[in-house]
């Protein structure tokens, strides 16, 4: 399960702005997951509640961002929505697809005490 490293390091992270910042809890963090990026969301949601136990975010909210997946055909120049990381374009079939949006995992935003 990568999602509890993820979620580590999402709190290596929240730490580091926290000493940087100075604020000593943190409430509600939004955080952009890409449908592509190959990770489970109920899994990353558990793997957070358990590590940031004891914690600056121990009571932190974690709200997913669902982030659709874009990508634009090296052949026809298509921008193409896609759903797996080995969709074919639907104007000329190749496969041959550079993805522009939804592998990403980021923090977007944090509120904070």
Do not use: K, M, P
């Given at each position: 399960m990568h999602e509890l490293s993820l979620a580590e390091s999402m709190?290596?992270?929240?730490?580091?702005?926290?000493?940087e910042q100075g604020f000593t809890r943190v409430k509600k963090i939004w955080m952009e997951v890409g449908r592509l990026s190959c990770v489970e969301k109920d899994a990353l949601r558990f793997g957070f509640s358990v590590v940031v136990d004891g914690t600056v975010a121990q009571?932190?909210?974690l709200e997913i961002i669902d982030i659709a997946g874009r990508g634009r055909c090296e052949r026809c120049c298509s921008e193409i929505a896609i759903t797996t990381l080995y969709d074919a374009c639907p104007n000329c079939g190749s496969y041959?697809?550079?993805?522009?949006?939804?592998n990403e995992m980021r923090i977007t935003e944090m509120e904070v005490e």
């Open positions: 709190l290596r992270i929240i730490e580091d702005a926290a000493a009571q932190a909210v041959a697809i550079d993805i522009i949006r939804g």
